[in-house]
């Protein structure tokens, strides 16, 4: 994959436009927040005139109006709201307002990729996706840091979305670390399928039934607790640092034997069979389908299963012990 760094981008590019940031959350504010901080002079944020952060988007300085307002004079409009609202904020706001020429920036290609968003042909259609939370994007920036972007040009109207994707990504601070360029097709099919798989479906259900394997053998739950969630950053924070195997060489000698003998029977031909379903299902736009669908119903599955999440017994006993160490803490 082509990478590029500070060195390879021009953050002139950026600094004489416009920017329209969509969204104040979590990217929203940090997108904001270190584009300004890299010298982009003129940035508005749009949104709802109930939206509950047009107070701290004030506070932060920046001038706040309706998601079309703010489009309609911009050269570049940055979309960070969640991917669902994708489809009817282009529709409503967006689309109407957008002049020819300016330029769509994305964090996630969920919604170009799945047809939520149909940008005209006379827009440069941008990918920006820092791979990180917004809160830590924004710390790593305010030390000098960076995180890796990736980056892509998914239409280029006016010749230069190129040339303008690496200087927005790059007032993020990613060309410290790395602006790695692919297309909207592969970040978004294998974010999804990352997520599902692994970061949050297939760590979270791992988690939880392993430790509840332990509870109902007889276990104190929070023996099982400690030893199937609270070690899990501390391994993956060493693998993160050393890779695998230098982990592995770091660890003992039997949980490295463990992990050889156990690691394939849980991992086995059942479970990446799943992995084959679920990745039909996201590049056949069946999850989207799906996901769009409860949205339009008002979310009634999300919200019964984050319900029912928040109820599990492993929450119950991590909030008990997170609660012994704020004890101690204030003691």
């Keep these: 994959m082509p990478v590029f760094h500070d060195r390879d981008c021009d953050l002139s590019i950026l600094r004489g436009r416009r920017v329209a940031m969509i969204g ?5 504010r940090t997108h904001a927040l270190n584009l300004r901080d890299s010298g982009v002079s003129d940035i508005v ?5 109930e939206s509950k952060t047009r107070e701290q988007a004030r506070a932060d300085g920046f001038r706040v109006m309706t998601a079309g307002e703010a489009t309609a004079g911009a050269d570049v409009v940055a979309v960070m709201v969640s991917d669902e609202a994708h489809r009817d904020l282009w529709r409503d706001e967006l689309e109407p307002n957008i002049r020819p020429g300016a330029a769509l920036v994305f964090a996630h290609g969920l919604s170009v990729r799945f047809g939520l968003v149909r940008p005209r042909a006379d827009l440069d259609v941008i990918l920006a996706s820092p791979k990180g939370i917004g809160p830590r994007i924004r710390d790593l920036y ?5 995180v890796f972007c ?7 109207a ?3 979305a190129h040339a303008l994707g690496l200087s927005y990504a790059a007032a993020l601070g990613c060309g410290r670390k790395g602006i790695l360029e692919t297309t909207m097709k592969d970040e978004c099919e294998s974010d999804l399928f990352g997520e599902q798989v692994v970061l949050c479906g297939g760590v979270a259900e791992l988690i939880d039934a392993a430790f509840m394997k332990l509870v109902d053998a007889g276990y104190p739950p929070e023996v099982a607790w400690f030893e199937c969630f609270y070690e899990t950053k501390l391994v993956t924070d ?3 640092q050393r890779g695998v195997a230098g982990a592995f060489a770091r ?7 463990g992990a050889y003998l156990t690691g394939p029977r849980i991992i086995n031909a059942a479970s990446r069979a799943a992995m084959d379903q679920v990745l039909a299902e996201v590049q056949g736009g069946d999850f989207v ?3 769009m669908a409860d949205y339009d119903a008002g979310s009634p599955d999300l919200l019964a299963r984050r319900q029912a999440l928040g109820q599990r017994y492993i929450e119950q006993v991590g909030a008990h012990l997170n609660a012994v160490a704020d004890a101690a803490n204030d003691a």
């Design 24 to 28: 104040y959350g979590s990217q929203g």
């Design 142 to 146: 305010e030390a000098g840091e960076g």
């Design 289 to 291: 389908r799906r996901l």
């Design 45 to 49: 944020v749009g949104l709802k005139p």
């Design 150 to 156: 990736l980056f892509g040009v998914q239409q280029d």
């Design 251 to 257: 660890i003992s000698n039997t949980a490295e034997y």
């Design 238 to 240: 060493l693998m993160y």
């Design 158 to 160: 006016t010749g230069g």
